[in-house]
């Protein structure tokens, strides 16, 4: 499919997927965090808490904040051995059922992904640059839907906020992955919260058409910028965003174009140069800030 979510029916909503509590390591108890989002104008939150056994593998419940114009999904921050450098994988969850058994004695990083993915959930490889997850261990993921591109709080803990390099590698070796953005907030002294997000485009606010629309691909991720339309027809690509200062269009290896300007809200690319493998989209703003495509496989363009 192409996670072109622009002309799918309904509309976007915006949500934080990575967040943490009490309940782990989060500064703020449940009604804390739920109303740093909720009263900020979210439409949904993913509570992650981590899922280790010093926290007594919680899966925190949330659905009592479900009301007509906020949802929330249920999730957690997984965790099993080892990658090449000897950590913890971490993996996001969203869309678990709240039974999901502990992790298991000898359970694997690949292996735990691919017990949540069968539970409905959408899986993601949580910021794998902050803690130098390689090329190797993220191929080793194979039921992952997702890359955390960006996250606010590895920007503040060790400067490795972005991982884009990771989802743009694991897209040149064929796997067709989306990329998402999130906060990955603890409320701690630093700011870590409402700085990056997704917009999800669904027919409906409640939890299953969220869920549904994350694992087909139907968003885009931000820290402000909007993305009114990416739409490719007769080999070129189309932007229409608000504002912004650049457009990038960039995928394999240095392949890229631009168009650059003060108040660029339109802007339309030749395809030629990333024909056969795939290219993505960024916006950039006056301050800096940036939203994101997902790729887009060229091969599925008709």
């Excluded at 080892?82 to 994988?89: C, D, F, I, K, S």
């Excluded at 990056?196 to 485009?201: E, I, K, L, P, S």
């Amino acid at each position: 499919m192409n996670h072109l979510p622009f002309d799918k029916p309904g509309r976007f909503y915006r949500g934080n997927l990575h967040t943490h509590s009490t309940s782990s390591d989060g500064r703020l108890g449940l009604t804390e965090v739920v109303a740093v989002y909720r009263d900020y104008g979210y439409d949904f939150l993913a509570i992650t808490d981590h899922f280790v056994e010093r926290y007594g593998f919680p899966l925190t419940d949330t659905r009592q904040f479900r009301t007509d114009t906020f949802t929330t999904l249920l999730g957690a921050e997984l965790h099993a051995p080892r990658t090449a450098l000897g950590e913890n994988y971490h993996l996001l969850a969203v869309g678990l059922p709240l039974d999901f058994a502990p992790t298991a004695a000898g359970e694997t990083g690949p292996t735990l992904a691919e017990r949540a993915a069968g539970t409905g959930a959408f899986v993601g490889i949580a910021h794998p640059a902050w803690y130098g997850l390689t090329l190797s261990d993220a191929l080793a993921v194979e039921a992952a839907h997702s890359v955390e591109v960006y996250n606010e709080t590895c920007v503040a803990h060790n400067d490795r906020g972005d991982s884009w390099a990771t989802s743009d590698l694991l897209s040149v070796h064929g796997r067709r992955l989306t990329a998402c953005a999130v906060d990955d907030a603890h409320f701690a002294a630093r700011p870590d919260h409402r700085a990056a997000w997704v917009h999800v485009r669904a027919e409906q606010l409640e939890p299953a058409a969220l869920l549904a629309a994350l694992k087909a691909g139907h968003f885009y991720s931000s820290q402000g910028p909007q993305l009114h339309e990416v739409a490719i027809a007769a080999g070129r690509i189309h932007v229409a965003c608000s504002p912004a200062r650049a457009v990038f269009i960039t995928g394999r290896a240095a392949t890229a174009c631009s168009i650059r300007g003060e108040a660029v809200a339109e802007g339309e690319f030749p395809l030629d140069q990333f024909q056969g493998s795939y290219c993505r989209v960024t916006v950039v703003d006056a301050a800096g800030r940036r939203a994101w495509s997902n790729p887009i496989w060229l091969d599925q363009v008709g």
